[in-house]
């Protein structure tokens, strides 16, 4: 037997406290008195009766004794409610116990849970079928829950807590919060909820997802409550930008696009930029367009386009892709149609041009944007030092300082000994993969002479002419400490000035040189736990994510910096007490073509409800303490009856 009021040593010692009372009540109670009266025989024959009938009298008051005894002994037992647990008592058989159950909820907030239809996300339903599964277990009150989010890791919101309430607030703040611009790694999640659930009675995992992931070689441990909607998407794949090969001060846009629906559609691809913009509403407005095209995207593939010249201001671009109103479909997944990034300073590269003035070499150059071209004769030369390349023309210099040498039909000397001269040589050769000349054609050059450099090993021969006599070629010397770009013939000999390929050579030539970034500040993507080389000066980095005006500390560790960033967009980390020009920026980007699939392909078990506990009815009067009440209430009535007849009196 268990107790479950009041414990057996206070009921033992409340049970002798009142039968102690009772006892002296009983003793005090009102007895008769001895009066004198004038005819003593008449009382005489009275005692003589009254003696006959104190036996009797003795039991009865013995009997009310009992019966007083009796009641406080029925109300104290009932008051610490005896329960039986192994085997019946009295008729009443041991109380059938709920089950203990330990239910951890996972909520998936990856990206694609905000897919909406009919005005609902799937996220708002999933946080709805979670509340509908606590509210079937209400009643249950071994039922012990859990409430975690499960993006690239799992988040918990609560410990194990038997309070609905408690489970409840926690689901409201989850939907308050919303989804995330991230996938999600049921990898990981998979160890953490073995972990989380090992060696706990009725432990059971149940996450509510929409199934947008890859299914599993083996079983998951957790079972899943799949919700979905039929829409289609289109999500930005790549996003990327570069200088403009011709030195201008443009830029060239590489943009890729996916289209998950199973017919082409025709989509809008938008340029944004804005200075201190962060977050992907920051570029959204009609007046931070910069420039925008119309792209077809095929049923089921990818749209790769390249735009070219773009002009803009500033060091940040956000693309965005619309789907054609036109169209009978609906993007269902707004938040992976944008994708921002950073664009890297041009720095002006340090040219000097050394030799004798010539219109062609001195036209090429001064064209150029984004150089500091610095022109002086073969006497004025000083060397290399303070310039990112030094171009000479037929002048005879010294070359063995370090530094980058474009050689334009170079007199001989130690580093280049001619052979002979090639009369009209015709080009048969053009290496394509160079970087200088990459794309280039070289029809009709027309060169009357060429001069024979002697090769050494290590050269890089870039355009060939008959007989294998190169006319442009690469020289590293001293482990790469100088580097010359040979061209062994004079412009001015030839009609190669005058094509388009010159001048784009010349172009290559100084980015080979001195390259500037060939495209964006690498972007990350989110959710992901990021290592970031810095070079803010030495002392605590403070961020500002995008959307917030708050910032946090980060994690610095040397010339790295520690942090995991779940929207899309730029953040900024700074030192502490340095100054706001001294800032380093990093782009975020969802681009998870697995992620904006919609579609459910997880093929996770469904998970089966258990039956709600309920308590079993009993037949009246249900419990051992009623049954006490009861006997108390009927002893008590007894007693009251045999005063009053004038038994017990």
């Known amino acids: 037997m268990s107790w479950m009021g009041i414990d057996p040593s206070t009921l033992a010692w409340a049970g002798g406290a009142l039968a102690l009372a009772l006892v002296l009540l009983h003793v005090l109670r009102v007895r008769r008195r001895t009066v004198w009266v004038a005819h003593a025989p008449l009382w005489f024959a009275l005692e003589r009766e ?28 009932a ?21 203990v159950r330990h239910t951890l909820l996972l909520v998936d907030t990856s990206a694609s849970m905000d897919a909406e239809e009919a005005g609902v996300t799937r996220f708002e339903r999933s946080v709805a079928s979670a509340r509908e599964l606590i509210a079937a277990h209400a009643n249950n009150p071994e039922q012990r829950w859990m409430i975690a989010s499960m993006g690239r890791r799992i988040t918990p919101r609560t410990l194990w807590t038997r309070d609905h309430e408690v489970a409840e607030e926690a689901l409201a703040a989850l939907l308050a919060e919303g989804p995330g611009d991230h996938a999600l790694d049921p990898a990981h999640a998979q160890r953490t909820v073995s972990s989380v659930l090992a060696g706990r ?13 890859e299914p599993s070689a083996t079983p998951y441990a957790f079972s899943g409550r799949v919700v979905t909607s039929r829409t289609g998407n289109l999500s930005m794949e790549a996003f990327n930008v570069r200088p403009a090969l011709d030195g201008s001060s443009s830029y060239s846009i590489l943009a890729a696009v996916r289209n998950h629906l199973d017919r082409p559609v025709k989509a809008t691809l938008m340029l944004y930029a ?58 269902g997944l707004p938040r992976d149609d944008v994708a921002v990034a950073v664009v890297p300073p041009r720095r002006p590269l340090r040219v000097q041009l050394v030799g004798p003035d010539d219109l ?33 023309h037929r002048s005879a210099v010294d070359l063995s300082a370090p530094g980058n040498y474009l050689l334009i039909d170079p007199p001989p000397s130690e580093e280049l000994r001619h052979k002979r001269i090639h ?6 050769r053009v290496n394509r993969d160079h970087p200088v000349t990459r794309g280039l054609e070289f029809v009709d050059a027309s060169i009357e002479r060429a001069t024979v450099i002697a090769p050494r090993s290590g050269d890089q021969v870039l355009i060939r002419a008959e007989g294998g006599t190169p006319l442009v070629f690469t020289r590293t010397l001293e482990q790469g ?10 412009p001015r000999d030839s009609l190669v000035p005058l094509r388009y390929a010159f001048p784009l050579m010349m172009v290559q030539s100084l980015a080979w040189f001195s390259p500037q970034a060939e495209g964006l500040v690498p972007t990350r993507r989110t959710g992901a736990v990021l290592s970031v080389a810095t070079t803010l000066p030495p002392g605590p980095v403070l961020m500002r994510a995008p959307g917030e005006v708050e910032t946090t500390a980060v994690r610095r560790i040397g010339d790295r910096v520690h942090f995991t960033g779940s929207q899309v967009g730029i953040y900024e980390l700074w030192s502490e007490g340095s100054e706001p020009t001294e800032r380093e920026l990093i782009a975020l980007n969802l681009m998870d073509g697995a992620e904006s699939r919609l579609d459910d392909r997880a093929a996770l078990k469904p998970h089966e409800t258990p039956e709600p506990w309920r308590a079993p009815e009993r037949p009246w009067p249900g419990s051992p303490w009623r049954l006490l009440l009861i006997i108390a209430c009927g002893l008590l009535a007894l007693e009251w009856w045999t005063w009053h007849r004038r038994i017990t009196a």
């Not at 008592?89 to 116990?97: D, H, M, T, V």
């Not at 009725?202 to 996450?207: Q, R, T």
């Not at 944007?369 to 060397?383: K, V």
């Open 79 to 99: 008051l610490g409610d005896p329960r039986p647990v192994d085997q019946s008592l009295l008729g009443f058989s041991p109380e059938q116990r709920p089950p």
């Open 201 to 213: 009675e009725g432990a059971e995992a149940v996450l509510f997802t929409d199934g947008a992931f």
């Open 481 to 490: 400490a100088r580097r010359l770009l040979v061209l062994a013939f004079s």
């Open 423 to 428: 009369k009209r040589p015709r080009i048969t």
């Open 274 to 331: 804005k200075d201190d913009a962060r977050s992907a509403k920051d570029f959204v407005s009609p007046e931070q367009i910069v420039t925008s095209r119309e792209i077809e995207v095929p049923a089921k593939g990818v749209k790769r386009t390249v735009m070219s010249d773009v002009l803009f201001t500033g060091d940040r671009l956000a693309a965005r892709v619309v789907m054609d109103p036109s169209i009978d479909a609906m993007d």
């Open 360 to 392: 062609f070499v001195s036209a090429s150059l001064l064209t150029l944007e984004g150089i500091d071209l610095e022109t002086r004769s073969a006497e004025e030369y000083a060397g290399p030092e303070g310039f990112d390349v030094t171009v000479i």
């Open 50 to 77: 009254g003696r006959a009938s104190a036996l009797m009298r003795r039991l009865r008051r013995l009997w009310s004794l009992l019966l007083l005894l009796a009641i406080g002994a029925a109300i104290l037992a």
